[in-house]
């Protein structure tokens, strides 16, 4: 699949599941047109960077050791992404990674990977971001903390400070982490 044949894909793609996933199903039987996606990524004044992630999201299920060599854009950039609808599978790329990373231990991040996705996760914690993206920031966050000391404490007043003026999702991870931070003490 040549780089303008993807394109007009990526840009006919739609938010249904079924769609995303036949285009994931072609860069899966193609790994070149995997940097193609990559980079479209990241071209934040393309509008089709959220579909890009989209499909992104759906590779890293099954291939997530590909984003290994473009790992530092990827935790360089994802600060950088204003749409929601781009975040949220981002956020859910972060906590593909940070459970690789402390609970498999299959894909292990540098000291500056995780510091960036920390950086980022807070950001999108204290921001005006969907309550999804939220959720996935939390326990990203509940994860990298066994790395890193002070964000334990630091998530715990957060949460205890925003949990009335969430949703039922975001009230629902709160006390899941809530209960597992005060569980360590």
Known sequence: MMEVEFEKKLNSVTGHRANRQQLANEVLENKEIFLVLTQYCFQFSNKSVPKAFWILEL?????????????????????NLTQDSAIRPAAKIVLLLTI????????????????????????WLL??????????????????????????????????????????AFQAVGREILRKINKQK
């Open 59 to 79: 590779l890293c299920y099954q291939k997530l050791e590909w984003l290994v060599p473009h790992l530092d854009l990827f935790c360089s950039k994802i600060k």
């Open 127 to 168: 921001t005006d971001t969907k309550v999804a993206s939220k959720c996935y920031a939390i326990r990203s966050l509940y994860l990298i903390g066994h790395h890193f000391d002070w964000i334990h404490p630091e998530l715990k007043i957060i949460l205890e400070k925003e949990y009335t003026s969430h949703s039922a």
């Open 100 to 123: 690789s990373h402390f609970k498999k231990k299959e894909i292990l991040l540098t000291e500056n990977q995780l510091q960036q996705i920390t950086e980022t996760c807070f950001d």
